[in-house]
């Protein structure tokens, strides 16, 4: 990541491009000669347009991308740690394999894009639109407090410690998933099946969808109900 003086006369360069009417990131990249997978990160891009964009691999740890049209672009691998995301567009995007530890990901819309083996710990996705796959994503102590996870594909994926209060989880496919220590209380569990989860010190209350019996199992197998 860029830094120092270097790094301020860079994000000047970006907003005196930007301001030409240029909103195209590899075209403002070329026009800088900057690489555009490796030198941007820490910088302000949200006004930027990156739709369809392939940007496989690309550095863009603690940048600010609030807003901006990622739908349908190829992130595979991609370092978004700590980046400034809410309310970006996501749409059918590839975040297989990336890193999005730590990012602000709040308001965001991931529907349909394809977070497999993702890196989202401790990521805050209150209120993020997550019908989506998310195999073996590690979600350990992200916030998805209020954040939609209707029909989300979910198996073995580690949500350990997570805040989960208030999601919509009906019909989550969570075969496996690992939910110990995790916050569900107020979640919508209609549909939802949870004989394979870890549920050791999960914190359940006021759930939707959960019948005494089941409660009773979850019970038994460590879950803590808060009613």
């Known amino acids: ?6 790094s301020n006369t860079l994000q000047a360069d970006i907003q005196r491009v930007i301001a030409s009417g240029i909103d195209d ?3 403002l990249a070329k ?32 940048a600010n991308l609030t807003g901006v049209n990622l739908s349908l672009a190829n992130l595979k691998q991609a ?7 809410c309310g970006a567009n996501f749409v059918y995007a590839d975040l297989s394999r990336a890193n999005l530890s730590g990012a602000d990901l709040s308001e965001v819309s991931l529907i349909n894009a394809n977070l497999r083996d993702a890196d ?14 998310l195999p073996r994503a590690n979600l350990s102590g992200a916030n998805l407090s209020g954040a939609n996870l209707c029909s989300a594909y979910l198996p073995k994926a580690n949500l350990s410690g997570a805040n989960l209060s208030g999601a919509l989880l009906q019909q989550a496919e969570l075969s496996e998933v690992n939910l110990s220590e995790a916050n569900l209380q107020g979640a919508d569990l209609k549909q939802v099946e949870l004989g394979s989860a870890n549920v050791e010190k999960a914190y359940f209350g006021n759930n939707l969808g959960l019948s005494n019996t089941m409660k009773l199992e979850l019970m038994q197998r460590g879950a803590v109900f808060i009613d």
């Not at 990541?1 to 270097?6: L, P, S, Y």
């Not at 949200?46 to 496989?56: D, G, M, W």
């Not at 370092?79 to 995301?85: E, T």
């Open 31 to 62: 026009i800088l000669g900057r690489n555009p997978l490796e030198d941007f990160a820490g910088t302000d891009l949200r006004r930027v347009n990156f739709k369809r964009a392939e940007l496989t691999g690309v550095d863009f740890r603690h």
């Open 79 to 85: 370092d978004l740690s700590k980046a400034i995301l």
């Open 1 to 6: 990541m860029t830094d120092g003086k270097f």
């Open 120 to 133: 989202l710990r401790g990521a805050n996705l209150q209120g993020a639109d997550l019908r989506t796959m």
């Open 25 to 27: 990131f590899f075209e």
